[in-house]
């Protein structure tokens, strides 16, 4: 006590109240500078969405002052103290043995292998920061997130979460790593602008262009906003519900449900397709407002399941619905997707889905659906083989794909990870703080535990197999294929993209049956000669659905000859029965008639669906002069500023371009002041019938009304004549007169297929200098009542532009027309041959330009396409092919050439080599048609195809076939080799 007098602790009592003081202060100032710092940092796990998707509804969160600091204050109790008592979990001590990584996860050498040579600089991540929305930094197992802005909904917080379940599971064994991670809808790093640096930059999907590296979504850990709890836990529930009702009791036609408002073309076209009896589909629209209120109660996935089909459309980017939809053991009709999760790249057509096309989406779905209902058993296995494919994806898989793909990338960075000074350390503790009742509670359900096993073995990528590959790849590419070395590494990113190299090389096969390996070259014709120098894909009497007598007259012609790339479309004009409307219909038969406006209206909304190059309308006119002006007051109004009208400076000497005419309508008839064309194969009423339906003037109309008539149509009509671009004429005695060159003006006859053959006897010179410069339309004879065509060559060898077809028939003649237009890029216009579109002495029909050397290795896909009783009931199919050239008169193939039946078998092998000199290959077509030999019965038909001879890339070609309508088989492809060999002088 003698130490410490009683004066000397009152001068000691009074010192330490000013330290007090000063600290106390000292402390208050430095939390409030925390919390202000902490206020200014951009928008965190418990800030707002700061441009949240515009199609969301869900509240935006405001983010003022008052609230700044209210939530800097909950980041300091979550993130420091929450993470301040948590400890390391150590090392973890392995069990058990692990077994092999799916196929699949091969993709993470594939996504990282931008990186394999420059590696991942520190310069290219922080360049990545600008798209990015995090930035997660894990050191010695601890994890810590600098926040650039919120992400939509509670995406960034279970996203962190998956993170935080894989250090858990597997503690001390993810390596130090420093990455970006955006958690918005679609890619961003296109390859093309950062070739030069590769930006890496992790989110939920990719695409073959873009360099982001795909991870597993946040939904795997629960999307609490619609209800959907974590992935295992709803595969579980979806399986059960999709057991309730056997597979032949399920509904035999597909479904969707969704939300098509969200800038998503796909989705838009999917709503059309609303008809199980049309298009054996159903579309449903998810009402999100309503779903919200009733807590997504009546959007539960595992009551969705009771379809065989269900359809796949990606929204403004990729979905998460993917999933789901595999899971519920239907049929996963999936529309051509452009973007990729980390999973769906194990997927394959035939296998584990059937691919929809994305150009014809409705009538996909109807072919897909037709097969599956005539092949349930073949259908119900796709559906299982999928479902068993999720089920494999449990998140012991999905924690194994994180954990490889965080390792791989972890091994490219050049620099060593250190911990952002603005980043938070985020722990399970301080999630579950910030989270409010309801996102804890969906944590807590997904929350992981230590594994007792090692993550599944990724085979290693092995760099030098790999260049190889490349090596052999190229010389593959570049000598057997034909490619450029440009064309070869574009084919082979895609193919690297698509999981075609494999840590065992490049899967050939699969590669050659590809689409990246389809037979014709993308060359696009020099699009910017007059009309006159194109053959134009043109339509006869389009507006009918069958035969030329009895048949409806429909807008569905129209639209189907449209989206298949016809460019012109051909319209008959007739009064209705009371005179006071115009009708589409075959005139003096018993078709039955269409509104005109109805098929203008089809043509305006797919006019330009499959080629922007012009649609010529040919309007055949039996109308008077006040129905004209109404037609032009509908063709007006209908396309605005889609109708082409040349104003009275145009030059009438020529015609305009295919290019100078793109996205526009064109129309092409007589002027109104002469006599109305019409084409003689309609029969005759007094030969075949005497009624006819409103198509055209009543048999009881006095002939003083018919003289009025007359006498109307012969008045001009302004308007009228103001639509018509391409002016026609009307043959009437001699063909030399109609023959007749105008250099002031151009025109448009129309002949028949009798007309034309007799002309091309005498005038075959004439004809050809006269479609020079001028349009010759050749039309089927009208003993065609079946709606059969003629051999289009007999036009084309002329110069013939429009050779006119009955688009609705099934027969060779049409295989050929189908054929010549694949090319250009299936355009609907094929630039004619130089000799026939100016004088051209050298041309010689008698000199072999080329020999073309055919060798047809193999086909596939029968098996899937048809019921394995659809052409024996006993065995397998014995297929044979017969393969020739259509052309010109010196290329024609007097036979077709078979090879041999290959007996009981769906994937036939041949291994024949043809040889076919070529005279004029601007017109060769190759032929190849399919045939199962029968000898108790007619051979059946097994697919065919034609393909324009000069369009062919050499090498060994992917050759999809086609049905007997010319409509695609979804399967069916033969393996075929194109060489080009030049003949010996």
């Given at each position: 006590m003698g130490l410490f007098s009683r004066k000397a602790y009152q001068t000691l009592s009074h010192l330490p109240r000013f330290f007090v003081v000063l600290l106390i202060l000292t402390l208050v100032l430095i939390v409030l500078f925390e919390v202000d710092n902490m206020?200014?940092?951009?928008?965190?796990?418990?800030?707002?969405?700061?441009?949240?998707?515009?199609?969301?509804?869900?509240?935006?969160?405001?983010?003022?002052?008052?609230?700044?600091?209210?939530?800097?204050?909950?980041?300091?109790?979550?993130?420091?103290?929450?993470?301040?008592?948590?400890?390391?979990?150590?090392?973890?001590?392995?069990?058990?043995?692990?077994?092999?990584?799916?196929?699949?996860?091969r993709s993470i050498h594939c996504d990282l292998e931008p990186w394999s040579n420059t590696r991942v600089s520190y310069a290219s991540l922080m360049e990545a920061k600008k798209f990015a929305s995090l930035r997660i930094t894990i050191i010695d197992g601890k994890l810590y997130v600098d926040y650039y802005y919120d992400c939509v909904q509670s995406r960034a917080l279970f996203t962190i979460w998956g993170l935080l379940q894989l250090l858990k599971r597997y503690p001390g064994s993810i390596p130090d790593v420093d990455l970006m991670f955006d958690c918005m809808d679609r890619p961003t790093i296109l390859k093309r602008d950062h070739s030069a640096m590769p930006l890496p930059i992790f989110r939920y999907c990719t695409t073959c262009d873009h360099f982001d590296i795909p991870f597993p979504d946040w939904s795997f850990w629960g999307w609490v906003e619609v209800n959907l709890g974590p992935w295992q836990e709803e595969f579980n529930s979806i399986k059960l519900g999709s057991q309730k009702i056997s597979w032949k009791n399920k509904l035999p036609y597909a479904y969707w449900k969704g939300n098509p408002d969200v800038q998503s073309p796909v989705r838009e076209k999917l709503l059309f397709c609303n008809d199980t009896n049309i298009w054996g589909a159903q579309i449903l629209r998810q009402n999100w407002a309503q779903e919200i209120l009733d807590g997504f109660k009546n959007s539960k996935l595992s009551n969705q399941c009771n379809h065989q089909y269900k359809i796949y459309a990606e929204g403004y980017a990729w979905s998460v619905s993917l999933k789901y939809i595999l899971s519920c053991g239907c049929v996963p009709l999936i529309i051509k997707a452009k973007y990729e999760d980390f999973f769906s790249r194990g997927l394959s057509p035939g296998e584990n889905y059937l691919p929809i096309s994305p150009e014809n989406i409705c009538q996909s779905i109807k072919t897909a659906v037709e097969w599956g209902n005539s092949h349930p058993s073949e259908a119900e296995a796709i559906g299982k083989a999928v479902q068993d494919y999720m089920e494999h994806l449990n998140m012991d898989r999905v924690y194994d794909y994180m954990y490889h793909l965080i390792t791989e990338y972890a091994k490219l960075l050049d620099f060593k990870p250190v911990?952002?000074?603005?980043?938070?350390?985020?722990?399970?503790?301080?999630?579950?703080?910030?989270?409010?009742?309801?996102?804890?509670?969906?944590?807590?359900?997904?929350?992981?535990?230590?594994?007792?096993?090692?993550?599944?073995?990724?085979?290693?990528?092995?760099?030098?197999?790999?260049?190889?590959?490349?090596?052999?790849?190229?010389?593959?590419?570049?000598?057997?294929?034909?490619?450029?070395?440009?064309?070869?590494?574009?084919?082979?990113?895609?193919?690297?993209?698509?999981?075609?190299?494999?840590?065992?090389?490049?899967?050939?096969?699969?590669?050659?049956?590809?689409?990246?390996?389809?037979?014709?070259?993308?060359?696009?014709?020099?699009?910017?000669?007059?009309?006159?120098?194109?053959?134009?894909?043109?339509?006869?009497?389009?507006?009918?659905?069958?035969?030329?007598?009895?048949?409806?007259?429909?807008?569905?012609?129209?639209?189907?000859?449209?989206?298949?790339?016809?460019?012109?479309?051909?319209?008959?004009?007739?009064?209705?029965?009371?005179?006071?409307?115009?009708?589409?219909?075959?005139?003096?038969?018993?078709?039955?008639?269409?509104?005109?406006?109805?098929?203008?209206?089809?043509?305006?909304?797919?006019?330009?669906?499959?080629?922007?190059?012009?649609?010529?309308?040919?309007?055949?006119?039996?109308?008077?002069?006040?129905?004209?002006?109404?037609?032009?007051?509908?063709?007006?109004?209908?396309?605005?500023?889609?109708?082409?009208?040349?104003?009275?400076?145009?030059?009438?000497?020529?015609?305009?371009s295919p290019a100078d005419l793109k996205r526009k309508i064109v129309i092409s008839t007589k002027p109104p002041n002469e006599s109305v064309d019409t084409e003689t194969n309609a029969p005759q009423k007094n030969v075949l019938f005497a009624t006819i339906s409103d198509c055209f003037q009543s048999k009881d109309d006095s002939d003083e009304n018919s003289k009025h008539q007359e006498i109307e149509m012969e008045g001009e009509v302004p308007e009228y004549r103001d639509l018509i671009a391409i002016h026609a004429v009307k043959h009437k005695g001699d063909l030399l007169d109609s023959l007749h060159v105008d250099p002031n003006k151009v025109k448009r006859l129309s002949l028949s297929e009798q007309q034309l053959l007799e002309a091309s006897k005498d005038h075959g010179q004439h004809i050809v200098r006269f479609t020079q410069g001028n349009i010759l339309r050749v039309y089927p004879k009208g003993s065609r009542l079946d709606s059969s065509n003629y051999n289009p060559y007999d036009g084309w060898k002329l110069g013939a532009?429009?050779?006119?077809?009955?688009?609705?028939?099934?027969?060779?003649?049409?295989?050929?027309?189908?054929?010549?237009?694949?090319?250009?890029?299936?355009?609907?216009?094929?630039?004619?041959?130089?000799?026939?579109?100016?004088?051209?002495?050298?041309?010689?029909?008698?000199?072999?330009?080329?020999?073309?050397?055919?060798?047809?290795?193999?086909?596939?896909?029968?098996?899937?396409?048809?019921?394995?009783?659809?052409?024996?009931?006993?065995?397998?199919?014995?297929?044979?092919?017969?393969?020739?050239?259509?052309?010109?008169?010196?290329?024609?193939?007097?036979?077709?050439?078979?090879?041999?039946?290959?007996?009981?078998?769906?994937?036939?092998?041949?291994?024949?080599?043809?040889?076919?000199?070529?005279?004029?290959?601007?017109?060769?077509?190759?032929?190849?048609?399919?045939?199962?030999?029968?000898?108790?019965?007619?051979?059946?038909?097994?697919?065919?195809?034609?393909?324009?001879?000069?369009?062919?890339?050499s090498g060994i070609r992917c050759v999809p076939l086609y049905n007997k309508k010319g409509e695609k088989y979804k399967f069916i492809k033969l393996l075929v080799r194109f060489e080009f060999v030049n003949p010996i002088s």
């Amino acid at each position: 006590m003698g130490l410490f007098s009683r004066k000397a602790y009152q001068t000691l009592s009074h010192l330490p109240r000013f330290f007090v003081v000063l600290l106390i202060l000292t402390l208050v100032l430095i939390v409030l500078f925390e919390v202000d710092n902490m206020a200014t940092q951009t928008k965190t796990i418990v800030g707002h969405n700061l441009e949240p998707t515009p199609w969301h509804l869900f509240p935006v969160k405001t983010f003022i002052n008052k609230t700044k600091y209210a939530r800097a204050s909950k980041i300091i109790q979550c993130s420091y103290f929450s993470c301040a008592t948590m400890t390391n979990n150590g090392q973890t001590i392995f069990t058990r043995e692990s077994e092999q990584c799916p196929d699949f996860y091969r993709s993470i050498h594939c996504d990282l292998e931008p990186w394999s040579n420059t590696r991942v600089s520190y310069a290219s991540l922080m360049e990545a920061k600008k798209f990015a929305s995090l930035r997660i930094t894990i050191i010695d197992g601890k994890l810590y997130v600098d926040y650039y802005y919120d992400c939509v909904q509670s995406r960034a917080l279970f996203t962190i979460w998956g993170l935080l379940q894989l250090l858990k599971r597997y503690p001390g064994s993810i390596p130090d790593v420093d990455l970006m991670f955006d958690c918005m809808d679609r890619p961003t790093i296109l390859k093309r602008d950062h070739s030069a640096m590769p930006l890496p930059i992790f989110r939920y999907c990719t695409t073959c262009d873009h360099f982001d590296i795909p991870f597993p979504d946040w939904s795997f850990w629960g999307w609490v906003e619609v209800n959907l709890g974590p992935w295992q836990e709803e595969f579980n529930s979806i399986k059960l519900g999709s057991q309730k009702i056997s597979w032949k009791n399920k509904l035999p036609y597909a479904y969707w449900k969704g939300n098509p408002d969200v800038q998503s073309p796909v989705r838009e076209k999917l709503l059309f397709c609303n008809d199980t009896n049309i298009w054996g589909a159903q579309i449903l629209r998810q009402n999100w407002a309503q779903e919200i209120l009733d807590g997504f109660k009546n959007s539960k996935l595992s009551n969705q399941c009771n379809h065989q089909y269900k359809i796949y459309a990606e929204g403004y980017a990729w979905s998460v619905s993917l999933k789901y939809i595999l899971s519920c053991g239907c049929v996963p009709l999936i529309i051509k997707a452009k973007y990729e999760d980390f999973f769906s790249r194990g997927l394959s057509p035939g296998e584990n889905y059937l691919p929809i096309s994305p150009e014809n989406i409705c009538q996909s779905i109807k072919t897909a659906v037709e097969w599956g209902n005539s092949h349930p058993s073949e259908a119900e296995a796709i559906g299982k083989a999928v479902q068993d494919y999720m089920e494999h994806l449990n998140m012991d898989r999905v924690y194994d794909y994180m954990y490889h793909l965080i390792t791989e990338y972890a091994k490219l960075l050049d620099f060593k990870p250190v911990r952002p000074s603005t980043a938070l350390e985020e722990c399970i503790g301080s999630l579950l703080c910030y989270a409010d009742e309801t996102k804890r509670e969906f944590l807590e359900r997904s929350a992981a535990s230590p594994s007792s096993t090692p993550p599944c073995k990724l085979p290693p990528a092995n760099i030098e197999m790999i260049k190889k590959e490349i090596e052999a790849k190229n010389d593959f590419l570049k000598n057997l294929q034909g490619q450029s070395d440009e064309d070869a590494n574009a084919i082979f990113e895609k193919a690297r993209h698509h999981n075609l190299l494999q840590h065992k090389g490049l899967h050939l096969l699969q590669f050659l049956y590809s689409d990246l390996n389809h037979p014709l070259s993308a060359v696009v014709d020099d699009m910017k000669s007059p009309l006159s120098h194109y053959y134009i894909y043109t339509s006869h009497n389009t507006y009918l659905t069958g035969n030329q007598i009895t048949s409806d007259s429909s807008v569905r012609p129209i639209k189907r000859a449209l989206q298949q790339g016809v460019r012109g479309i051909e319209l008959d004009l007739w009064p209705n029965s009371t005179k006071t409307d115009v009708n589409v219909c075959h005139g003096r038969t018993l078709t039955s008639s269409v509104k005109l406006w109805k098929c203008l209206k089809v043509i305006k909304d797919y006019a330009f669906s499959s080629s922007d190059y012009p649609v010529i309308i040919t309007f055949e006119d039996h109308l008077n002069r006040t129905l004209r002006a109404k037609v032009a007051i509908m063709v007006k109004r209908t396309f605005g500023d889609m109708l082409f009208q040349p104003d009275k400076y145009y030059d009438l000497s020529k015609l305009p371009s295919p290019a100078d005419l793109k996205r526009k309508i064109v129309i092409s008839t007589k002027p109104p002041n002469e006599s109305v064309d019409t084409e003689t194969n309609a029969p005759q009423k007094n030969v075949l019938f005497a009624t006819i339906s409103d198509c055209f003037q009543s048999k009881d109309d006095s002939d003083e009304n018919s003289k009025h008539q007359e006498i109307e149509m012969e008045g001009e009509v302004p308007e009228y004549r103001d639509l018509i671009a391409i002016h026609a004429v009307k043959h009437k005695g001699d063909l030399l007169d109609s023959l007749h060159v105008d250099p002031n003006k151009v025109k448009r006859l129309s002949l028949s297929e009798q007309q034309l053959l007799e002309a091309s006897k005498d005038h075959g010179q004439h004809i050809v200098r006269f479609t020079q410069g001028n349009i010759l339309r050749v039309y089927p004879k009208g003993s065609r009542l079946d709606s059969s065509n003629y051999n289009p060559y007999d036009g084309w060898k002329l110069g013939a532009q429009m050779v006119a077809f009955n688009m609705q028939g099934f027969e060779q003649n049409l295989w050929l027309m189908q054929g010549m237009f694949r090319a250009n890029n299936g355009c609907g216009y094929v630039k004619k041959p130089k000799f026939l579109c100016e004088a051209d002495p050298a041309f010689s029909p008698n000199k072999v330009k080329k020999i073309l050397k055919v060798t047809l290795y193999m086909g596939e896909g029968w098996h899937l396409e048809f019921h394995h009783a659809h052409f024996d009931y006993c065995s397998p199919p014995d297929f044979y092919a017969k393969v020739g050239i259509a052309g010109y008169e010196e290329d024609n193939t007097p036979r077709m050439y078979k090879t041999k039946s290959i007996e009981d078998d769906w994937r036939p092998v041949w291994d024949k080599v043809f040889e076919f000199p070529i005279r004029v290959p601007e017109l060769a077509l190759l032929w190849i048609e399919v045939k199962d030999n029968d000898t108790a019965k007619k051979n059946e038909f097994g697919g065919q195809t034609c393909l324009p001879v000069l369009q062919l890339r050499s090498g060994i070609r992917c050759v999809p076939l086609y049905n007997k309508k010319g409509e695609k088989y979804k399967f069916i492809k033969l393996l075929v080799r194109f060489e080009f060999v030049n003949p010996i002088s």
